[in-house]
Every structure is written in C-alpha cells, then in structure tokens.
C-alpha cells in the first residue's frame, strides 16, 4: 500500500478547506470513467480533504468488531466508512484485483502488507511474508498497491483513540480472500454492511 508523500501535497492539501462528505462524494462521481484511475483518484483524496464531522450520520461503533458503513455505491465504486474502536483491526485480506483508496478523517491507522508465497488453490493454502507497512492519518490517504494487494488494518491500542476511514472501492465487490496467518491458509468471506446509507442494517449488532 502507497501513501501520499511530498511536502509539496501535504502543503496543498493542508491550504484546502475541507469538504463534507455529500459533496466530496458528488465530485468524485463526476470523475469521467476513462479517468477514474488509481493514480487520479488517489490525487483526488490527497487534495479533497474530508470534513470529519460531515460523517457523523455514517459513523455506527461496535466494541464487538470495525463496521462498514455504505455512504455511496454505483457500478463503478462505492464508498464507505469504517468505525474502529481502540485496538481494533481488520482481518488479513486482498480486495479481488479492485483498487482501493483510503482516507482516514479522524484518528489513524496502520497499514502492514503482506507478500503472498507458495499458494496452493487447491487445498487453500499459502505463507504470509510482512512487508512494508505505514501509517494512514488525515494528511495522508492512501491506495493498495495492485502488486501487493494482501494487508491488514489496525488502530492500535498505543493510538489511544477511535479512527474513522474513508475508503473507496472500485468497482464494488462482495466477498473477498481472508487469510490467516497463524494456519497458513486462506478463504473466501463474504462481506456485509452494519449501515447504508445512514440506516442500520436490521441484523447489525452493535455491542
């Protein structure tokens, strides 16, 4: 995963006042299709800052585990948000060979990415490697890398706060890989929302 980095972008999108989430999510639907790239997207992120309180209407919390919070979809992305709490993290996962962009409007997060060696389809299973990793904040958004799609999420217990990423996918997609690192092996999941569109879901549990 690759973050934005220069003092030339943080200086550019520090002098930008930051947008609220409907009209954040207008403009970048009015991006042209040919040019929904995963570098003019990212650009778009580092110079379209977003308005953390905008967001309250798609921010559901839940001791129990991160929620995913659909703000926006259509047949070439969606949005959403994910609500972590203190210590919470995401499972290992890829993201189907879609490109994925995040912003992270409150708190931060770390990003630990993961090399994928000796997959065998047939009985599900492989070795994780750690690679690279960084820290996501609202002055640095970030896309996965299609080269090395495999990561996990964390608000670490050390950051002492809550975070709320921004992340957009595209195109949208349902089920991805989920890898556990410990057993060496790996499957598909489903994945599902707690909110759309500011309403909880009805079988979403929040503890």
């Given at each position: 995963m690759?973050?934005?980095?220069?003092?030339?972008?943080?200086?550019n999108q520090l002098a930008v006042e930051p947008f609220a989430i409907s009209d954040w999510v207008k403009s970048l639907a009015a991006i042209p299709v040919a040019e929904f790239t995963l570098e003019a997207v990212h650009n778009y992120l580092v110079t379209h800052p977003i308005q953390a309180e905008s967001l309250s209407k798609y921010c559901y919390f839940s001791k129990g585990n991160y929620t995913r919070n659909l703000i926006f979809k259509n047949d070439l992305f969606e949005v959403m948000t994910v609500c972590w709490e203190v210590g919470q993290a995401s499972r290992i996962h890829n993201h189907r060979d879609q490109n994925c962009w995040m912003a992270v409007p409150v708190g931060r997060l770390r990003v630990q990415n993961y090399r994928v060696d000796d997959r065998?389809?047939?009985?599900?299973?492989?070795?994780?490697?750690?690679?690279?990793?960084?820290?996501?904040?609202?002055?640095?958004?970030?896309?996965?890398?299609?080269?090395?799609?495999?990561?996990?999420?964390?608000?670490?217990?050390?950051?002492?706060e809550r975070a709320v990423s921004v992340h957009v996918y595209s195109k949208p997609f349902d089920t991805c890989e989920v890898y556990l690192r410990d057993k060496g092996t790996y499957a598909d999941v489903?994945?599902?929302y707690t909110s759309e569109y500011g309403v909880l879901h009805p079988d979403a549990k929040l503890l």
């Open positions: 690759m973050s934005s980095s220069g003092d030339q972008e943080m200086t065998d389809a047939s009985c599900g299973t492989c070795k994780l490697v750690p690679t690279d990793a960084m820290l996501m904040d609202p002055n640095h958004p970030a896309f996965v890398n299609p080269a090395e799609p495999v990561h996990e999420v964390l608000n670490l217990a050390e950051f002492g489903p994945l599902f």
